[in-house]
């Protein structure tokens, strides 16, 4: 899938459109055979881990290889067929810090519905009859994020606390809650075929569900929480 992307990423800029600057590939667990595309060469960068890292980890340790004013954090499962990073930036205000493009299930075309509050009422109410999704995303999914590099340094990152899942919410959260704005742009398009491991692997249900609890137990959480109630109940007056 890496190796896919990277050469997704190799022909949008083999068209004169790309805008990425350096690519960081990261090896969690064993280096991989992949190899950049030649138009790629000279701004790819690798990290190999000698020991398996987190989600949050890993990206923060990309982060600390770029220097540019946006960072993309990409899930290998992304496949792109144009200059979507361009596209995003080019509707971002100044208080954005996040920008999001729509995700694409491969298989049906259809996007990924809005997150609503990460409660575990939501968590339950997703695989029910009727669920509709929320009218605009309280948090952005981790798959393909477009940070503001600016924002992402004033939190100081994602969480290493969390080894997988969750750290994206606590991620928005912490952003919204330090006066920042989440714009997610659905008119910009990606594929996203996600794996879904913890539906079918016990240890990554296991990662998901200490994650869940270390959320709901976060002072960040019971803020945002109540950020957002703020806003709606201001919305209705």
């Not at 790819?44 to 770029?66: M, P, V």
């Not at 995003?88 to 996040?98: E, F, G, K, N, R």
């Amino acid at each position: 899938m890496v190796q896919g992307l990277l050469w997704d990423l190799a022909t949008v800029d083999s068209r004169g459109f790309s805008s990425v600057e350096r690519v960081v590939v990261t090896h969690n667990l064993a280096p991989s055979r992949w190899s950049c595309p030649d138009t790629l060469a000279s701004r790819c960068r690798s990290i190999e881990n000698a020991h398996q890292k987190g989600f949050g980890a890993n990206h923060n340790a990309a982060f600390s290889q770029c220097a540019t004013i946006w960072f993309a954090v990409l899930n290998p499962d992304i496949r792109v067929s144009s200059d979507v990073f361009s596209r995003l930036i080019a509707q971002a205000s100044a208080d954005d810090a996040v920008l999001a493009p729509a995700l694409l299930d491969p298989d049906t075309g259809e996007a990924a519905p809005n997150r609503g509050l990460l409660t575990p009422w939501e968590v339950l109410r997703r695989r029910l009859p009727g669920w509709k999704p929320a009218g605009a995303p309280a948090w952005l999914p981790g798959a393909f994020l477009l940070i503001r590099a600016e924002a992402f340094r004033q939190i100081g990152g994602f969480d290493e606390r969390y080894f997988l899942y969750a750290e994206d919410f606590d991620l928005c959260a912490r952003l919204r809650l330090a006066g920042w704005k989440l714009r997610y742009v659905p008119e910009v398009q990606v594929s996203h075929a996600a794996q879904r491991a913890s539906h079918v692997r016990w240890r990554y249900l296991r990662w998901h569900l200490q994650s869940l609890w270390r959320l709901w137990s976060s002072r960040a959480f019971w803020r945002y929480r109540a950020l957002l109630r703020d806003e709606a109940r201001r919305a209705r007056a």
